[in-house]
């Protein structure tokens, strides 16, 4: 016999993994015929147990937006996260990776939107409604086994893997630059483990913000108005270890920087 998805309940399944750092087998391994739809009310679910303990929703990540990405995760199409103000960590901070389970972070570029949008928006309208644009780095930590080669829903449910952020403290007009060509690298220890061109995020780090409202439209929901955007990882993710020492430079944008500790 088939088993209902509760939403809720998984929902709290995943909560209580996060805040426990344990983690937990894939959701599909139980309900294989979870709908990527269920997943996101999931997701919102958990969010909503965030909000309750007093976070604060300050952005949306994208993600799978890379084919380097895609290829790492076996996956293939792109997804959204939600971020609160509890996961940012200051640039130059420290993330306690003891507070996780089995981080990895990925260099990314971020926006902050100065209006509201919503529905189907152009490339221009995305890049109007942005007010600035800066280099970042996305923390992930998946709740689920071993971290790899999970399904859609597995991974839309389980807030698409964010945990942590960090952004730069130098922001830019984003028409200032072209965005699609910036070159990106990021060391680790002073060695460099990932580099790209910024048009390996979506082909064009705007058009993850044109995604992003066309997959909130299904759900019903906009992009508010003063949000931070993570666009979506230009490479792969790198595994983090106690003491490493992370640095991403970007073309244009500067550099940020966080510690493992």
Do not use: W
Request: aromatic share 4%.
């Amino acid at each position: 016999m088939t088993q209902t998805v509760d939403p809720s309940e998984l929902a709290r399944r995943l909560d209580a993994a996060r805040r426990e750092r344990r983690e937990v087998p894939p959701l599909t391994n139980e309900l294989p015929q979870l709908t990527l739809s269920e997943a996101y009310a999931v997701q919102e679910g958990g969010i909503q147990l965030r909000l309750a303990e007093g976070e604060r929703v300050v952005g949306l990540k994208m993600g799978l937006t890379s084919e380097a990405k895609r290829k790492q995760m076996n996956l293939d199409s792109p997804v959204y996260g939600v971020l609160t103000d509890r996961m940012r960590v200051e640039a130059d901070g420290v993330i306690r990776l003891g507070q996780g389970i089995h981080p990895k972070i990925e260099p990314e570029i971020a926006f902050r939107t100065a209006r509201e949008l919503s529905g189907t928006v152009t490339r221009e309208e995305a890049l109007d409604a942005c007010e600035s644009v800066f280099a970042a780095m996305e923390i992930l930590d998946s709740r689920y086994r071993d971290f790899k080669y999970f399904s859609l829903p597995d991974v839309v449910a389980d807030n698409s893997s964010s945990a942590l952020f960090v952004l730069a403290t130098e922001e830019h007009p984003p028409r200032a630059l072209d965005l699609t060509r910036l070159e990106m690298k990021m060391s680790v220890n002073d060695a460099v483990v990932q580099s790209a061109r910024s048009d390996a995020i979506s082909g064009d780090p705007v058009l993850s913000v044109v995604q992003l409202c066309a997959l909130l439209a299904e759900r019903g929901q906009v992009l508010p108005a003063g949000s931070i955007v993570l666009a979506g990882a230009a490479t792969a993710a790198h595994m983090l270890q106690p003491g490493d020492k992370v640095r991403l430079v970007v073309e244009g944008l500067g550099s940020v920087a966080v510690s493992a500790g």
